[in-house]
Protein backbone atom coordinates (compact mmCIF):
# COMPACT_ATOMS: atom_id res chain seq x y z
CA UNK A 1 0.00 0.00 0.00
CA UNK A 2 3.06 2.65 0.83
CA UNK A 3 3.97 2.55 -2.31
CA UNK A 4 0.69 3.69 -3.45
CA UNK A 5 0.22 6.50 -1.26
CA UNK A 6 2.91 9.06 -3.22
CA UNK A 7 0.84 8.24 -6.39
CA UNK A 8 -2.16 9.49 -4.34
CA UNK A 9 -0.71 12.61 -2.89
CA UNK A 10 -0.05 13.30 -7.13
CA UNK A 11 -3.36 12.65 -7.98
CA UNK A 12 -4.37 15.02 -5.35
CA UNK A 13 -2.36 17.54 -6.84
CA UNK A 14 -4.21 16.75 -10.67
CA UNK A 15 -7.39 17.21 -8.84
CA UNK A 16 -6.81 20.44 -7.56
CA UNK A 17 -5.63 21.24 -11.30
CA UNK A 18 -8.81 20.05 -12.71
CA UNK A 19 -10.80 21.85 -10.06
CA UNK A 20 -9.09 25.21 -10.82
CA UNK A 21 -9.80 24.95 -14.34
CA UNK A 22 -13.40 24.38 -13.64
CA UNK A 23 -13.65 27.73 -11.41
CA UNK A 24 -11.75 29.49 -14.00
CA UNK A 25 -15.07 29.19 -16.66
CA UNK A 26 -17.45 29.88 -13.41
CA UNK A 27 -18.98 33.54 -11.96
CA UNK A 28 -15.82 33.20 -9.57
CA UNK A 29 -12.79 32.00 -11.40
CA UNK A 30 -10.50 33.33 -8.45
CA UNK A 31 -11.17 30.75 -6.10
CA UNK A 32 -9.23 28.42 -8.69
CA UNK A 33 -6.18 30.32 -7.94
CA UNK A 34 -6.55 28.83 -4.29
CA UNK A 35 -6.42 25.25 -5.55
CA UNK A 36 -3.41 26.44 -7.70
CA UNK A 37 -2.05 26.95 -3.92
CA UNK A 38 -3.71 23.68 -2.86
CA UNK A 39 -1.98 21.66 -5.88
CA UNK A 40 1.89 23.28 -4.54
CA UNK A 41 1.15 21.96 -1.34
CA UNK A 42 0.29 18.63 -2.21
CA UNK A 43 3.04 18.64 -5.05
CA UNK A 44 5.75 19.33 -2.31
CA UNK A 45 4.57 16.48 -0.32
CA UNK A 46 4.55 13.77 -2.99
CA UNK A 47 7.93 13.97 -3.48
CA UNK A 48 8.66 14.23 0.37
CA UNK A 49 6.87 10.43 1.20
CA UNK A 50 8.40 8.99 -1.89
CA UNK A 51 12.02 10.09 -0.09
CA UNK A 52 10.96 9.17 2.81
CA UNK A 53 9.32 5.77 1.75
CA UNK A 54 11.89 5.27 -0.49
CA UNK A 55 9.34 4.08 -3.27
CA UNK A 56 10.38 6.74 -6.27
CA UNK A 57 9.83 4.92 -9.65
CA UNK A 58 9.34 6.26 -13.13
CA UNK A 59 5.42 5.97 -12.56
CA UNK A 60 5.80 8.47 -9.93
CA UNK A 61 7.55 10.85 -11.94
CA UNK A 62 5.60 10.68 -15.57
CA UNK A 63 2.58 10.90 -13.14
CA UNK A 64 3.89 14.09 -11.36
CA UNK A 65 5.10 15.40 -14.65
CA UNK A 66 1.09 15.36 -16.17
CA UNK A 67 -0.16 16.40 -13.12
CA UNK A 68 2.21 19.70 -13.41
CA UNK A 69 1.75 20.36 -16.32
CA UNK A 70 -2.69 20.53 -15.43
CA UNK A 71 -2.00 22.50 -12.56
CA UNK A 72 0.80 25.23 -12.74
CA UNK A 73 0.05 25.07 -16.56
CA UNK A 74 -3.41 24.88 -17.96
CA UNK A 75 -5.06 26.23 -14.52
CA UNK A 76 -3.08 29.70 -14.86
CA UNK A 77 -3.47 30.11 -18.21
CA UNK A 78 -7.20 29.96 -18.03
CA UNK A 79 -7.09 31.81 -14.90
CA UNK A 80 -4.88 34.62 -16.88
CA UNK A 81 -7.17 34.66 -19.86
CA UNK A 82 -9.91 35.61 -17.82
CA UNK A 83 -8.22 37.82 -16.09
CA UNK A 84 -6.97 39.55 -19.30
CA UNK A 85 -10.85 39.44 -20.16
CA UNK A 86 -11.57 41.02 -17.06
CA UNK A 87 -8.97 43.71 -17.28
CA UNK A 88 -10.38 44.69 -20.46
CA UNK A 89 -14.24 44.90 -19.62
CA UNK A 90 -13.09 47.07 -16.44
CA UNK A 91 -10.51 49.28 -19.30
CA UNK A 92 -14.03 50.31 -20.77
CA UNK A 93 -16.22 50.43 -17.59
CA UNK A 94 -17.63 46.67 -18.27
CA UNK A 95 -19.84 48.30 -21.33
CA UNK A 96 -21.59 45.90 -23.55
CA UNK A 97 -19.04 46.98 -26.33
CA UNK A 98 -18.28 45.95 -30.11
CA UNK A 99 -14.51 45.82 -29.02
CA UNK A 100 -12.01 45.50 -32.11
CA UNK A 101 -10.59 42.74 -33.18
CA UNK A 102 -6.90 43.21 -30.86
CA UNK A 103 -9.12 43.26 -27.98
CA UNK A 104 -10.71 39.52 -29.06
CA UNK A 105 -7.25 38.13 -29.51
CA UNK A 106 -5.29 39.34 -26.25
CA UNK A 107 -6.43 37.06 -24.04
CA UNK A 108 -5.09 33.89 -26.30
CA UNK A 109 -1.69 35.35 -25.19
CA UNK A 110 -2.12 33.73 -22.01
CA UNK A 111 -1.77 30.60 -23.76
CA UNK A 112 1.94 30.79 -23.50
CA UNK A 113 1.99 29.82 -20.03
CA UNK A 114 0.33 25.92 -20.40
CA UNK A 115 2.22 25.71 -23.80
CA UNK A 116 5.77 26.57 -22.92
CA UNK A 117 5.40 24.90 -19.18
CA UNK A 118 4.79 21.81 -21.21
CA UNK A 119 7.98 22.41 -22.86
CA UNK A 120 9.54 23.13 -19.35
CA UNK A 121 8.14 20.01 -17.81
CA UNK A 122 9.82 17.97 -21.00
CA UNK A 123 13.13 19.24 -21.25
CA UNK A 124 13.44 18.93 -17.43
CA UNK A 125 12.10 15.05 -17.40
CA UNK A 126 15.70 14.89 -19.73
CA UNK A 127 17.70 17.15 -17.66
CA UNK A 128 20.37 15.58 -15.73
CA UNK A 129 22.01 19.28 -14.48
CA UNK A 130 18.86 20.32 -12.19
CA UNK A 131 19.73 18.60 -9.02
CA UNK A 132 21.47 21.68 -7.51
CA UNK A 133 19.82 24.82 -8.89
CA UNK A 134 17.25 24.76 -11.67
CA UNK A 135 17.75 26.24 -15.35
CA UNK A 136 14.79 28.04 -16.00
CA UNK A 137 12.05 29.73 -14.01
CA UNK A 138 10.31 26.54 -12.69
CA UNK A 139 6.65 25.76 -13.12
CA UNK A 140 5.64 25.74 -9.37
CA UNK A 141 6.91 29.54 -9.04
CA UNK A 142 5.35 30.74 -12.33
CA UNK A 143 2.17 29.46 -11.89
CA UNK A 144 1.75 31.05 -8.00
CA UNK A 145 2.73 34.45 -9.78
CA UNK A 146 -0.24 34.60 -12.06
CA UNK A 147 -2.60 32.61 -9.51
CA UNK A 148 -1.67 35.63 -6.63
CA UNK A 149 -2.94 37.94 -9.11
CA UNK A 150 -6.04 36.67 -9.63
CA UNK A 151 -6.26 36.12 -5.82
CA UNK A 152 -5.03 40.28 -5.63
CA UNK A 153 -7.98 41.30 -7.25
CA UNK A 154 -10.37 38.39 -7.09
CA UNK A 155 -12.23 40.27 -9.86
CA UNK A 156 -13.41 42.94 -7.62
CA UNK A 157 -13.86 46.50 -8.87
CA UNK A 158 -13.02 47.72 -5.42
CA UNK A 159 -9.75 45.69 -5.12
CA UNK A 160 -7.97 47.95 -7.52
CA UNK A 161 -7.87 50.59 -5.36
CA UNK A 162 -5.19 48.45 -3.41
CA UNK A 163 -2.08 50.20 -3.33
CA UNK A 164 0.33 48.61 -6.98
CA UNK A 165 -2.41 46.47 -7.86
CA UNK A 166 -3.26 48.53 -10.70
CA UNK A 167 0.21 48.18 -11.99
CA UNK A 168 0.22 44.66 -11.80
CA UNK A 169 -2.96 44.30 -13.63
CA UNK A 170 -2.21 47.58 -15.87
CA UNK A 171 -2.93 45.31 -19.46
CA UNK A 172 0.31 46.33 -20.96
CA UNK A 173 2.05 44.91 -17.95
CA UNK A 174 -0.24 42.30 -17.27
CA UNK A 175 0.53 40.91 -20.80
CA UNK A 176 4.90 41.60 -20.85
CA UNK A 177 4.72 39.29 -17.68
CA UNK A 178 2.96 36.46 -19.22
CA UNK A 179 5.08 36.54 -22.28
CA UNK A 180 8.38 37.68 -19.92
CA UNK A 181 7.81 34.63 -17.77
CA UNK A 182 6.63 32.04 -20.00
CA UNK A 183 9.85 32.76 -22.04
CA UNK A 184 11.71 32.52 -18.79
CA UNK A 185 10.43 28.86 -17.93
CA UNK A 186 12.78 27.69 -20.58
CA UNK A 187 15.65 30.58 -20.28
CA UNK A 188 18.98 28.97 -19.94
CA UNK A 189 19.01 31.09 -16.68
CA UNK A 190 20.14 29.09 -13.21
CA UNK A 191 17.81 29.95 -10.57
CA UNK A 192 18.73 28.58 -6.60
CA UNK A 193 16.95 25.69 -5.90
CA UNK A 194 15.49 25.74 -2.06
CA UNK A 195 17.28 21.97 -1.49
CA UNK A 196 19.05 21.88 1.59
CA UNK A 197 21.64 19.49 2.01
CA UNK A 198 22.58 20.58 5.53
CA UNK A 199 21.36 23.64 7.73
CA UNK A 200 24.33 25.24 8.59
CA UNK A 201 24.86 29.00 7.70
CA UNK A 202 28.32 27.95 5.22
CA UNK A 203 27.25 26.78 1.24
CA UNK A 204 23.33 27.86 2.25
CA UNK A 205 23.94 31.81 2.77
CA UNK A 206 21.64 32.87 -0.23
CA UNK A 207 19.24 30.19 0.21
CA UNK A 208 18.91 31.78 4.10
CA UNK A 209 18.67 35.22 3.27
CA UNK A 210 16.09 34.73 0.05
CA UNK A 211 13.96 33.00 3.17
CA UNK A 212 14.80 35.57 5.31
CA UNK A 213 13.52 38.59 2.76
CA UNK A 214 9.97 36.19 2.02
CA UNK A 215 9.56 35.88 6.04
CA UNK A 216 9.46 39.81 5.95
CA UNK A 217 7.38 40.07 3.06
CA UNK A 218 5.10 38.47 4.02
CA UNK A 219 4.71 40.31 7.68
CA UNK A 220 4.53 43.26 5.58
CA UNK A 221 2.18 42.40 3.64
CA UNK A 222 -0.14 41.12 6.48
CA UNK A 223 0.21 44.44 7.85
CA UNK A 224 -1.42 45.54 4.87
CA UNK A 225 -4.50 42.77 4.61
CA UNK A 226 -3.62 41.24 1.71
CA UNK A 227 -1.15 38.00 2.06
CA UNK A 228 -1.16 37.31 -1.04
CA UNK A 229 0.52 40.44 -2.34
CA UNK A 230 3.56 39.05 -1.05
CA UNK A 231 3.63 36.04 -3.57
CA UNK A 232 4.55 38.25 -7.08
CA UNK A 233 7.15 39.85 -4.69
CA UNK A 234 8.61 36.94 -3.46
CA UNK A 235 9.03 35.41 -7.13
CA UNK A 236 10.57 38.52 -8.44
CA UNK A 237 13.21 38.46 -5.30
CA UNK A 238 13.67 34.92 -6.33
CA UNK A 239 14.76 35.92 -9.47
CA UNK A 240 16.75 39.01 -8.84
CA UNK A 241 18.92 37.05 -5.84
CA UNK A 242 19.43 34.10 -8.37
CA UNK A 243 20.42 37.24 -10.83
CA UNK A 244 22.97 38.40 -8.21
CA UNK A 245 24.12 35.26 -7.38
CA UNK A 246 25.07 34.19 -11.02
CA UNK A 247 27.17 37.25 -11.07
CA UNK A 248 28.97 36.46 -7.94
CA UNK A 249 29.81 33.25 -9.16
CA UNK A 250 31.24 33.89 -12.03
CA UNK A 251 33.35 36.84 -10.80
CA UNK A 252 34.88 34.25 -7.87
CA UNK A 253 35.25 32.02 -10.82
CA UNK A 254 37.32 34.55 -12.42
CA UNK A 255 39.37 35.49 -10.12
CA UNK A 256 40.21 31.98 -8.87
CA UNK A 257 41.69 31.26 -12.72
CA UNK A 258 43.76 34.23 -11.41
Same mark, same amino acid.
Given at each position: ?? =?????????????????????????????????????????????????? /???????? =?????????????????????????????????????? /???????????????????????? =??????????????????????????????????????????????????????????????????????????????? =?????????????????????????????????????????????????????????
Amino acid at each position: MK =KHIPNIITLGNLTCGLLSIMYAFSDTPWVGAYFIFGGLFLDFFDGFFARI /LKVDGELG =KQLDSLADLVTFGVAPGMLMYHLINYVIAFKFSFKDLN /LGFEYQIIPYIALLIPILSAVRLA =KFNIATNQSDEFIGLPTPANAIYFASLALIVKYDEATFDFPGVEYLVYLPILLSSIIIFSLLLNANLPLIALKFKTFGW =KGNEVRFIFLGLCVVTILVALLISNVFVAVPIIILLYLIISIINNITKRKDEVQSKH
